[in-house]
């Protein structure tokens, strides 16, 4: 599908108004009806009102919002091109899960805290964990089929889950400060911990990116790929570094959130074709836009609660599963 | 389940002889395990003291631990472990396919949501509960059949489709779990994993109606439901009607998983494994429901009893038999991916 430049641009342009409106929204709307005077106030910081207040904690968390849905954005179009699966996301393949299992270990067992301790340990656990889902899937023959690949995630999924709760129930003085890692939240952001974690999605960043053009020749086929003359081997393992760091920054920084990297990539096909070049940009940017919007709406509809975004993201996304699921011609389906 | 199928190379008078042995091996232990479980806990009881309990003698000095705690426990886990292993291995051979288990497709799920959200929302109670809940697990499985729209033997589409609907449903539950004031995020977690932590005797009456009423349909349609592993085509020859058939088997084991699934939560997996243990320890075919149920009974029983006693912490039985039902997951994808075969 070869999409026209301007075309191009419009999804940019598109994308951009989207991440602009979300983070308006993300701002001003809350469990807590703020006038725009108040709003204004906090974001200038004159906390001096519970309004002003309220605005002033929205805005790390919308920051956090847009970075992990950013990485997460990233993170899912890489993993469906390194195993050209449509089905692959960090979540359904259940490198978050394992991300979070490492995290809460290691407050749990080994008193670890602080933010950097924290984004090392959910990058170990993603990539054990992906390491561990993409062996179990991609064994024996017929390779790493997508029904393969994703029941692989779930039990892995089940288990990691199951050992979480086995780790944090008996814990009754941590639960508190595990609790985001059991169903992924954003409400807990504070600059404080989310600075730390730029440098290493920085990196995700740009190893991803980098990775777009193996990502096209392999999308043509392994055997292409090589006789294309690229490294097959050498950029896969690129790719996946970049993708397993995202999802270990993302999911240290506000638990195991899912379905975010499968929807997003899927829509930015629909607007940009299939190059990879533009469509990683493009699931950053619209990853960003999805988890705000998905916290936004997780505050509204809850409200006076709130609704932890992962549960927002499962709900709105899995539908969307179903629908790739129904669609899209695969092996072994 | 095609390995179901191909495990009986015995002679027939042998293999029935060991079918026999097998049964009783696992209703042995199953009766063991309730006798544990209403005898040892924190400390152990001589079994005159358990009798006396139970039977009510006055002045019996162990009856509150054991008619009302332990008592509705060992209960509970044997009706609801048997219905979740029937109800489990009805829907894998009716489908073909051992991935094809209500905890899997999401029939469990969409019955946890409905049970959570009558409860804590409309706060219904008792029998409505499990209405509800039947009506919700027969609803999610006609949404999942229409969307995977294949007949006959379960294809990856509609595991994938139904692993899509569990998620989907999953999030409702925490929605709801969250939304209710009395529940705080401890219990919320154990009713997302199963648990019998809690449960009175009362609790068990349609646990128990729902065995005895689905579980005699299942029964009466047994021998339609071996036929129709054959096929369609020769089951129809052989005069049974096989969509009669797939629909009393649907709506018998929706029935036992749901009921089960609105007394006890979603115990994770004894539903998907109850039905493969019992195939490898039985010879041939014949006997494997009520195999699979005497399996589903022993995993709660005996999964309840470690996650209370044998663990250095108080653990749900949920969480016992998802650690245990993962990795026989993953055995099970990684065996048919080096027999090549395509699940």
């Known amino acids: ?38 709003i204004w106030a906090g974001i200038t910081g004159q ?17 956090l919002a847009i970075l992990a849905g950013a990485a997460l954005g990233l993170a899912g179009a890489v993993m469906q091109g390194i195993s050209r699966n ?31 301790s924290y984004l090392w340990l959910g990058i170990a656990g993603a990539g054990v964990t992906a390491v561990f889902v993409y062996l179990i899937g991609s064994a024996g023959q017929g390779g790493a089929t997508p029904l393969k690949l994703t029941l692989a995630g779930t039990a892995t999924s089940v288990a990691v889950s199951a050992f979480i709760i086995a780790v944090v129930l008996p ?49 043509l086929g392994e055997e292409l790929a090589t006789g294309l003359g690229q490294s097959v081997a050498l950029g896969r393992l690129m790719a996946a570094a970049g993708a397993v760091i995202l999802c270990g920054t993302a999911t240290a920084l506000c638990g195991p959130i899912g379905f975010v990297g ?72 | 389940m095609s390995d179901m199928s191909l495990a009986a190379p015995l002679a027939p008078r042998k293999a029935g002889t060991r079918r026999l042995q097998v049964l009783v091996f696992l209703a042995a232990l199953v009766l063991g395990l309730v006798l544990l479980t209403l005898s040892c806990g924190r400390g152990c009881l001589a079994p005159g003291d358990v ?69 804590v929302i409309l706060a219904f109670d008792g029998w409505l509960v499990s209405l509800v809940a039947v009506l919700a697990g027969l609803g999610v499985a006609a949404m999942i059949w229409a969307l995977s729209s294949r007949r006959g033997a379960a294809g990856a589409r509609l595991i994938l489709i139904g692993i899509g609907v569990s998620a989907m449903l999953d ?45 005699g349909l299942l029964a009466c349609t047994a021998r339609d439901l071996e036929v129709l592993r054959l096929g369609d085509d020769t089951a129809e020859a052989l005069g049974v009607r096989s969509d009669v058939t797939r ?40 006997g494997l429901l009520l195999g699979a149920g005497l399996v589903g009974a022993v995993l709660v029983i005996a999964g309840d009893y470690a996650g209370q006693f044998l663990l250095p912490a108080r653990l749900p039985v949920g969480v016992i038999t998802g650690a245990i039902g993962a990795p026989f997951l993953l055995y099970l994808i990684v065996r048919a991916n080096r027999n090549g075969g395509t699940l």
């Open chain 1, 171 to 219: 814990r009754n003085d941590i639960a508190g400060s595990v609790q985001s890692w059991q169903v992924g939240g954003v409400g807990g952001a504070s600059f404080e911990t989310l600075l730390p974690a730029v440098p290493f999605a920085l990196v995700g960043l740009l190893l991803s990116l980098a990775s777009a053009r193996v990502l096209n020749a392999l999308a």
């Open chain 2, 171 to 215: 999030s409702v539950t925490a929605y709801v779990l969250l939304e209710a004031p009395a529940w705080d995020r401890a219990e919320a977690m154990r009713w997302l994993t199963g648990s019998l932590n809690g449960v009175q005797l009362v609790q068990a009456l349609p646990v128990a109606g729902a065995l005895l009423v689905f579980g």
């Open chain 1, 262 to 333: 499968l929807v997003v990539p899927h829509l930015c096909r629909m607007i940009a074709g299939v190059d990879y070049k533009l469509v990683l940009p493009l699931s950053a940017l619209a990853g960003a836009s999805m988890l705000g919007l998905s916290d936004v709406l997780g505050r509204i509809v809850a409200r006076p609660n709130e609704l932890d975004v992962g549960i927002v993201t499962a709900f709105v996304g899995a539908p969307f599963f179903i629908w790739t699921v129904r669609n899209h011609r695969m092996r072994g389906l």
């Open chain 1, 47 to 63: 906390i001096e009102t519970i309004g002003a207040a309220a605005v002033a904690v929205r805005m790390p968390r919308t920051a």
């Open chain 2, 247 to 286: 629909l009393r088997v649907t709506l018998a084991a929706v029935g036992l998983v749901a009921i089960a699934t609105s007394a006890t939560g979603p115990i994770a997996f004894v539903a998907f494994l109850s039905g493969p243990i019992a195939a490898r320890l039985l010879p041939g075919s014949r």
């Open chain 1, 1 to 38: 599908m070869q999409v026209q430049r301007p075309q191009r641009l419009a999804g940019f342009a598109l994308l951009l108004g989207l991440l602009a409106l979300m983070t308006g929204l993300s701002l001003t709307v809350g469990a807590r009806s703020v006038p725009w005077a108040e």
């Open chain 2, 51 to 119: 009798v006396a309990a139970l039977t009510g003698t006055p002045g019996a000095n162990a009856s509150f631990v054991v008619s009302e705690l332990r008592l509705p426990r060992a209960v509970m886990g044997l009706l609801a472990g048997f219905s979740f292993g029937l109800g489990g291995v009805a829907f894998q051979i009716m489908l073909r396919n051992p991935l094809a288990s209500p905890d899997i497709i999401g029939i469990s799920a969409s019955a946890g949501a409905a049970a959570v959200f009558v409860i």
């Open chain 1, 86 to 116: 449509p089905l692959a996301d960090p979540g359904i393949l259940g490198v978050n899960a394992g991300a979070a299992l490492f995290v809460v270990v290691g407050i749990a067992w080994f008193d670890i805290s602080g933010a950097h």
